[in-house]
């Protein structure tokens, strides 16, 4: 257990419930390794209550905060300062109370693409079909844009949240995206170079599900799943069967936290510890 003095810096994480969250053993074992006098602890905050708390958080002297669900969108105008990434993606999972400022961050996307590159999967000229159209596929799906995906088929249970992350993206990239439901995927999932899950489809405790089910993959597609618990989705596993590279939700998750706690300390961070103590935490986790 970390000593708490009167000089100890705290960071934390804040979401509505925030009791699952892995963050905090992966941050604190961070921040000793650094040998930091620093604290991340997590903050429970109902969404009605987030301005008060952000406020309260600021003028208690935390230096910064992660920020995962509801309160991604919401913390976007509650900032005085969003960074490039947090006004594309409409969303901010880091908060650096800096100075007068408040900065607003997304670090998901970027954690996404530098987790994918750690694990040798590149983007770069790729045709990616990308399922869902929520939160973090905002962010995933601008990252793969910049990261320079040739194509992206974004499919969603929800096609007109699909046709607006695709407008987003062309946006970006004119005719780089286009969007589609989940049904009668199989030509574009067949000649996918790589393929994202960002649905909740499949996440535990409902790890039984998979938001689609793969025909024949080209043997160099590669499929990813950002969902980190279970460790293997139903999704992962019918790809593994094929033997394509297969990756999960550990890497963005590491990732996303390196960047932000590099933000607050301007320390680097000691990132294959943090993701041996998620790995660890999750292990125990599944164990029950
Ligand atoms: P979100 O904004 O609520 O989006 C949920 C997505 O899942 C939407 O596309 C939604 O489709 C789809 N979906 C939900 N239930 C479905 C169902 N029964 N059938 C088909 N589609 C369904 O959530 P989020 O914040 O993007 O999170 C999504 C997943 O990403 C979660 O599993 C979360 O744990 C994971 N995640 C991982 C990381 C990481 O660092 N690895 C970071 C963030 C999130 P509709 O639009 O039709 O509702």
């Not at 960074?83 to 800096?98: I, S």
């Not at 049904?183 to 689609?212: C, F, K, W, Y």
């Amino acid at each position: 257990m970390t000593e708490i003095w009167g000089t100890t810096q705290v960071v934390g994480v804040i979401g509505h419930p925030v009791r699952h969250s892995f963050s905090p053993p992966m941050q604190n074992a961070a921040l000793a390794a650094l040998g930091l006098d620093w604290v991340y602890v997590p903050f429970d905050s109902a969404p009605a209550d987030l301005p008060t708390a952000l406020a309260g958080l600021r003028a208690a002297g935390v230096v910064g905060l992660n920020a995962t669900i509801p309160h991604k969108q919401a913390l976007l105008p509650l900032v005085t300062v969003a960074t490039a990434e947090a006004q594309l993606t409409g969303t901010v999972n880091t908060v650096h109370f800096d100075g007068d400022q408040i900065v607003g961050d997304s670090t998901d996307g970027p954690g996404f693409v530098t987790g994918l590159a750690a694990a040798g999967i590149t983007v770069e000229g790729r045709r990616v079909v990308l399922l869902g159209a929520g939160g973090s596929a905002r962010a995933v799906g601008v990252a793969l844009v910049k990261a320079g995906a040739e194509r992206v088929l974004i499919a969603n249970r929800t096609v007109p949240r699909a046709a607006e992350l695709a407008a987003l993206l062309n946006g970006l990239a004119p005719g780089v995206a286009n969007a589609s439901d989940l049904h009668r995927l199989d030509p574009e999932l067949a000649g996918a170079e790589l393929i994202v899950n960002t649905t909740a489809v499949g996440m535990h405790p409902d790890s039984h599900a998979q938001p689609v089910s793969l025909p024949a993959l080209r043997s160099h597609c590669a499929v990813v799943d950002i969902i980190y618990n279970p460790a293997r989705t139903r999704l992962l596993q019918e790809a593994a069967l094929q033997g394509v590279k297969t990756l999960n939700g550990v890497p963005m998750l590491v990732h996303q936290g390196a960047l932000s706690l590099q933000r607050w300390t301007g320390c680097a961070p000691p990132v294959a510890l943090m993701q041996q103590v998620l790995e660890r935490e999750l292990a125990k986790r599944a164990a029950g």
